[in-house]
């Protein structure tokens, strides 16, 4: 039987769980049944969070995944969403869903 989530962490957590089970069509109950190349990615996109945090940003275009060697299969974990671009930007910007979870990675 699942527990109730009691703090933010576990309900990041699960939330990474059901990301990552959609890609392969199952329900994970433990980090340990992800993947390791799902895992790998997730890994990769905390330490993409966390360098974003430290640099006061919040929103962030194709070329700053590229940099940090994210690929479209980072975006398409679900952790990433597309924000409504300005006029000026010419390139796609992205953000995490939602704050907390960008400062949880």
Known sequence: PQRIPRCLS???NL?????AGRRRDRLY??????????QQLVLEL????FRM???????F???DLKQCS???DAVQLGLLITTDRSPSAHE??????HLTFLESL
């Open 46 to 49: 905390g330490k993409f969070a």
């Open 61 to 63: 275009t194709e070329a």
């Open 10 to 12: 576990d309900i990041f």
């Open 70 to 72: 994210l690929s479209e």
């Open 53 to 59: 945090l430290r640099q006061q940003r919040l929103v």
């Open 29 to 38: 109950e433990s980090w340990a049944e992800i993947p390791s190349d799902v």
């Open 15 to 19: 939330m990474i769980l059901r990301l």
């Open 92 to 97: 796609k910007q992205w953000r995490c869903s």
